[in-house]
């Protein structure tokens, strides 16, 4: 049997959560999501905890107040001086622009109840970008920070002059919703229905490669985080889901899980045998207890 190992050997010196072992005796970082895969780790913990589902007797239960201030303090140690509310992917390492990790932090403080975070990300994704031509559609929701910064670029352009489409986290949905969520915003019917088809189409994307290896990792993970973060806030009567909510989130499990035997499937080969989350998420599916 594998032996599970504990959290600390994932946990660099900001306290941010990696899929690899950092080096215990400098405790860098071993990746550059530390804060997607932090706020990951906590979602998954409060989920379990939400619908009472068994730890082993050495991992963490339910986030107390001093890592729910850790998590903040994380969150905001990761903010680019430069900008409002925009954030790197580890302290002082300025090219984030990915919607995974946006969307990771707001779920956490959603499920948390930090909604200073999320009303500063809120703020930050509605905030007119400024050069932007009169007649260009899209003002807002440009999330990109210091790289092109110091090379003579903005929110929205890149230093040749050119669109940085990548900034532009507008074209996903799941984006939208967590943000959100997380600044007490109930989402609107048509966003609302344009995550639920990325939920659908989540769950049913190919679980394996040609190869024989895991494919669509980061989108199995990014979709069942949501339905987590929903489903402990809903528990836990934070917030109302509606009909059409309910129905999409059904959908999602009752579909990925009629294709694995736990979540843990789906994340194989991108985190380290033995990981503290792979355990967790080996409780969650038809296999497990959730």
Same mark, same amino acid.
């Given at each position: 049997?594998?032996?599970?190992?504990?959290?600390?050997?994932?946990?660099?010196?900001?306290?941010?959560?990696?899929?690899?072992?950092?080096?215990?005796?400098?405790?860098?970082?071993?990746?550059?999501?530390?804060?997607?895969?932090?706020?990951?780790?906590?979602?998954?913990?409060?989920?379990?905890?939400?619908?009472?589902?068994?730890? /082993?007797?050495?991992?963490?239960? #339910?986030? =107390?107040?001093?890592?729910?201030?850790? !998590?903040? $303090?994380?969150? +905001?140690? %990761?903010?680019?001086?430069?900008?409002?509310?925009?954030?790197?992917?580890?302290?002082?390492?300025?090219?984030?622009?990915?919607?995974?990790?946006?969307?990771?932090?707001?779920?956490?403080?959603?499920?948390?109840?930090?909604?200073?975070?999320?009303?500063?990300?809120? /703020?930050?994704?509605?905030?007119? #970008?400024? =050069?932007?031509?009169?007649?260009?559609? !899209?003002? $807002?929701?440009? +999330?990109? %920070?210091?790289?092109?910064?110091?090379?003579?670029?903005?929110?929205?352009?890149?230093?040749?002059?050119?669109?940085?489409?990548?900034?532009?986290?507008?074209?996903?949905?799941?984006?939208?919703?967590?943000?959100?969520?997380?600044?007490?915003?109930?989402?609107?019917?048509?966003?609302?229905?344009?995550?639920?088809? =990325?939920?659908?189409?989540?769950?049913?994307?190919?679980?394996?490669?040609?190869?024989?290896?895991?494919?669509?990792?980061?989108?199995?993970?990014?979709?069942?985080?949501?339905?987590?973060?929903?489903?402990?806030?809903?528990?836990?009567?934070?917030?109302?889901?509606?009909?059409?909510?309910?129905?999409?989130?059904?959908?999602?499990?009752?579909?990925?899980?009629?294709?694995?035997?736990?979540?843990?499937?789906?994340?194989?080969?991108?985190?380290?045998?033995?990981?503290?989350?792979?355990?967790?998420?080996?409780?969650?599916?038809?296999?497990?207890?959730?």
């Amino acid at each position: 049997m594998l032996e599970k190992r504990k959290i600390e050997d994932f946990t660099d010196r900001f306290n941010m959560v990696h899929p690899r072992p950092v080096d215990p005796s400098t405790h860098e970082p071993s990746t550059l999501n530390g804060l997607s895969y932090t706020a990951a780790w906590i979602i998954t913990r409060d989920y379990l905890d939400a619908f009472e589902v068994e730890y /082993s007797d050495d991992t963490p239960g #339910r986030i =107390g107040n001093a890592e729910r201030s850790r !998590f903040i $303090t994380t969150v +905001l140690r %990761n903010r680019v001086p430069e900008t409002g509310m925009m954030l790197a992917r580890t302290p002082g390492h300025g090219d984030q622009q990915a919607w995974d990790d946006y969307t990771s932090v707001a779920l956490a403080a959603f499920t948390l109840e930090i909604y200073g975070i999320g009303e500063k990300l809120w /703020s930050e994704a509605h905030r007119y #970008r400024a =050069g932007l031509p009169w007649w260009w559609p !899209f003002k $807002t929701w440009w +999330l990109n %920070n210091a790289q092109f910064h110091k090379n003579g670029g903005d929110e929205w352009k890149l230093a040749n002059g050119k669109v940085n489409w990548n900034a532009w986290l507008g074209r996903f949905p799941q984006t939208r919703y967590a943000f959100a969520l997380s600044a007490e915003q109930k989402p609107s019917m048509m966003l609302t229905l344009a995550w639920g088809m =990325g939920m659908m189409m989540a769950a049913r994307a190919p679980l394996r490669g040609e190869s024989g290896q895991p494919v669509n990792q980061t989108g199995f993970r990014m979709a069942w985080l949501q339905m987590a973060a929903i489903e402990t806030a809903s528990r836990r009567g934070i917030y109302a889901t509606n009909w059409l909510e309910r129905w999409f989130l059904n959908d999602f499990k009752k579909k990925l899980y009629s294709r694995i035997q736990d979540f843990s499937y789906t994340q194989e080969g991108y985190w380290e045998p033995g990981h503290p989350l792979l355990d967790l998420w080996s409780r969650v599916g038809p296999r497990g207890q959730r």
